[in-house]
Every structure is written in structure tokens, then in C-alpha cells.
Nanobody, 121 residues
Framework: QVRLVESGGGLVQAGGSLRLSCLASGLVFGDNAMGWYRQAPGKGREFVAAINTEGAPKYADSVKGRFAISRDNAVNTVYLQMNSLKPEDTAVYYC???????????????WGRGIQVTASA
């Protein structure tokens, strides 16, 4: 079965940076679009960023210019570089995967367990 394992979260001061990683197994990584979602306390899960099989990214407006998604097919890993973090970026961040781009950016079928990111004011 598909397994997505996030790492790299933690606590950082506002304005700081973190890099999330997601190691995938149980799928043909190069055939899958990969993405990141987040869920803040008391809110629904929201799309953050996605990258297709060709390496083209898509971002939520709230993170454009601050976050960068990338992938390394050789090690089955997708990354999310987060710079200039704000308190409103505080959330549990989830890795996601899907064979279809349209589903990856709306309702992915594979999810990681999530990892906490906290940007303190």
C-alpha cells in the first residue's frame, strides 16, 4: 500500500524557514503528482502546493513567493521549502499523492499522517 512519511517540521520564529520532506513508498513515484496540504486549528484542510510528474509547480496564493515545492524521483521524495514563515502558516502539514493532477489538487487519494509546523510571533 501507499505510504507517505513527512519529516522536517517543528517550531520556528516568524520570518524563519523550514524544509519539509515526504518519503513515498508503495507507488511508482515518477508516475504520481505530489503535493502538500495543511490544516490549522479549527479550520478545514487547505491546498498549499503541488508538483506534477514533469516538475511543474502550483501554489496557493497565500504561499506564492515564500514556499517552493520540488521533487527528487531518484529518492522518492517531495520537498516543501518554506521561507518567511508567518504565524498564520502554523498548521499540520500533510503530504499527498495521486496519479491524476486534477485529483491531487482537489481530493488526493493518498495521504501522509501529517507533521506540525509552528511559526511563533
Amino acid at each position: 500500500q501507499v505510504r507517505l512519511v513527512e519529516s522536517g517540521g517543528g517550531l520556528v520564529q516568524a520570518g524563519g524557514s523550514l524544509r519539509l520532506s515526504c518519503l513515498a513508498s508503495g507507488l511508482v513515484f515518477g508516475d504520481n503528482a505530489m503535493g502538500w496540504y495543511r490544516q490549522a486549528p479549527g479550520k478545514g484542510r487547505e491546498f498549499v502546493a503541488a508538483i506534477n510528474t514533469e516538475g511543474a509547480p502550483k501554489y496557493a496564493d497565500s504561499v506564492k513567493g515564500r514556499f517552493a515545492i520540488s521533487r527528487d524521483n531518484a529518492v522518492n521524495t517531495v520537498y516543501l521549502q518554506m521561507n518567511s514563515l508567518k504565524p498564520e502558516d502554523t498548521a499540520v502539514y500533510y503530504c499527498a499523492a495521486d496519479l491524476y493532477w486534477g485529483l491531487l489538487t482537489t481530493e488526493p487519494r493518498s495521504w501522509g499522517r501529517g507533521i506540525q509546523v509552528t511559526a511563533s510571533a
